[in-house]
Nanobody, 121 residues
């Protein structure tokens, strides 16, 4: 059973930094794209950043220049370094990955359970 587990959320003051991690576990043949989404109260889930299997990165305009996505393929882990945080970054952050489990005919999208990031003074 493939699982994604996030960590690193918490309370931070405006202007501060946090680093989120998401580790994929289970019997995995290949991991393609990995990314982060977020959902603020009363709003729809939105893309924050994606990193492809080849290392290409895509960012939402609202986080460009402040957030950095990276991955460690040896650890099946994706990271989100968040700097210069703003109150409007407050949300539950979800990890997403397109994974091909061993012994299955195709890849599938998996989601973590989410980690809360609160930016407040």
């Amino acid at each position: 059973q493939v699982q994604l587990v996030e960590s690193g959320g918490g309370l931070v003051q405006p202007g501060g930094s946090l680093r989120l991690s998401c580790a994929a576990s289970g019997s995995i043949f290949r991991i393609n794209d990995m990314g982060w989404y977020r959902q603020a109260p009363g709003k729809e889930r939105e893309l924050v950043a994606v990193i492809t299997g080849g290392g290409t990165t895509i960012y939402a305009d609202s986080v460009k220049g402040r957030f950095t996505i990276s991955r460690d393929n040896a650890k099946n882990t994706v990271y989100l370094q968040m700097n210069s945080l703003k109150p409007e970054d407050t949300a539950v952050y979800y990890c997403n990955a397109n994974i091909w489990p061993r012994g299955t005919p195709r890849d599938m999208d998996y989601w973590g359970k989410g980690t809360l990031v609160t930016v407040s003074s």
